[in-house]
């Protein structure tokens, strides 16, 4: 059977011309001779007929549209993919082999990671993130910083809670950086490296120059990535020399990322100067994945691993491990562990056997729809009753909007079920509403903060 992104190569150009409003010139010369040599799982090689446009070509067609048409592909197929470009003659080349040594198509093995920068995790990449409602700003706006460093937010920060793929993020950063430019000078330390080099250097002082080799060392690169930042905060002597550190790379419009578990803001230790320069830049916050993201981690982990897992052992994990989702992968993890240890076959029992120490009855908090109209109600200094009245004033519906939002996000409850208790509405009338203040959150940062306060409340931890 033909695979559906051969099959419609054609569309998937044509869309990739319209959306990035290709020229005619360009689509002739970079976009129509690219063919699908083959494809393979989720690796999909493209070929570039380098007689048309040279061994570099190749290069330039990397960067500038490879991405795009990795998009594309999606767009069209639903299909999310890895691209490999492979120059042509040098394909016709590896088959004139192939056929003079008689050898069929060799295998892969499932997934092969190159690990091509020591300082970084050759798993945590952009191809390998998967985008949920939870994260799509905060990856969204990484990429944009990957795909021009100190061009757009500078600083970039980002934070969110233990777990949840801050330091994955920023790997991803730092690898697109890499793979575009491997001459760029790109730093990724965690702030307790940042803090005990710092320390080391002023200890040192008397005998070497070592606090300069310090500096030079922080300010002498492109990108800088700092992890946790949390950990220099509250230090004066750190704080002070982070402080230096991050005006000479801004002034030199060097890229900085940087990540904690918690916006400026709300940390209170921070000092005004970085606070205020922090916000230079763009905050973005990550949060706990929904039902839906956590399959879509589980399912990428499963195809990263090579495992086949039976999908009602996956849904018992995505019901059951929530908040966290360095836990949700270790919850796998386990299973397969237990599996391979007793020689059993993955079920649903085995599964609840392995995570019963992870999965205990009091995480199951029951968070209600009535709970929800109650916070939220309270909050507004409106009554419950008018949450769920026909009332149609702004003051009224759009608490409830909220009501609708937090009941999708913080519950599994379905939408019909929402709808009931909110009131008798239709489930399209739950969609609408929550569309509508995900997309206000976007731009409206006080009501961002108005859904933490109250996603707190609700959900206390
Ligand atoms: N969206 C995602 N898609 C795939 N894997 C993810 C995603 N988010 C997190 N992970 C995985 O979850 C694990 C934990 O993520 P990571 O270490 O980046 O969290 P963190 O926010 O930096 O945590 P900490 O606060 O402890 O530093 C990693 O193995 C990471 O690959």
Partial sequence: MKDVIIEKWDEILEYLKIEHGISNVSFRTWIQP??????????????????????????????????PLKVSIEEITGKECDLTFELLSEINKN??????????????????????????????????????SNNNLAHAASL??????????????????????????????????????????VLYVTSEVFTNELIESIRNRADTNSVAEFRKK????????????????????????????????????KQIIISSDKPPKDIETLEERLRSRFEWGLTVDIQSPDYETRMAILKKKEELDGLSIDDEVMK?????????????????????????????KVDVALAEEALKDLISPNDKKDITVELIIGIV?????????????????????????????????????????????????????????????????????????????????????
């Fill in 316 to 344: 018992y994990i995505a019901t059951n491990v929530k908040s966290n989702i360095r836990e949700l992968e270790g919850a796998l993890t386990q299973i397969v562990a237990r599996s391979r240890l007793i020689n059993k």
């Fill in 377 to 461: 109600a309270e909050h507004f200094d409106i009554s419950s009753d008018d949450i769920i009245s026909s009332k149609k004033s702004r003051n009224i519906a759009y608490p409830r909007q909220i009501c609708m939002y937090l009941c999708r996000t913080l519950t599994e409850i379905p939408l019909k079920d929402i709808g009931n208790k909110l009131g008798k509405r239709d489930h399209t009338t739950i969609i609408h509403g929550i569309e509508k203040i995900k997309k206000d959150m976007e731009k409206d940062s006080s009501l961002k903060n108005t859904i933490d306060v109250l996603m707190k409340k609700i959900n206390p931890q």
């Fill in 218 to 253: 922080y300010r002498n690169i492109d990108v800088l990535l700092i992890d946790d930042i949390q950990f220099i905060i509250g230090k004066e002597s750190t704080q002070e020399e982070f402080f230096h550190t991050f005006n000479a790379l801004h002034e030199s419009k």
């Fill in 95 to 132: 088959e004139e082999k192939k056929k003079e040594s008689g050898n069929s198509v060799q295998e892969k093995p499932a997934t092969q990671i190159q690990n091509k920068y020591p300082f970084l995790n050759p798993r945590y990449t952009f191809d390998t993130f998967v985008v949920g």
């Fill in 144 to 185: 944009a910083v990957a795909e021009s460093p100190a061009e757009i937010y500078n600083p970039l920060f980002i934070y969110g809670g233990v777990g949840l793929g801050k330091t994955h993020l920023m790997h991803s950063i730092a690898h697109f950086i890499l793979d575009q430019n491997p001459d760029a000078k």
């Fill in 34 to 67: 690219l063919q699908v040599y083959s494809v393979d799982g989720n690796n999909i090689t493209i070929s570039v007929d380098d007689s048309l446009i040279g061994v570099d070509g190749k290069k330039f067609i990397i960067k500038k549209y490879a991405l």
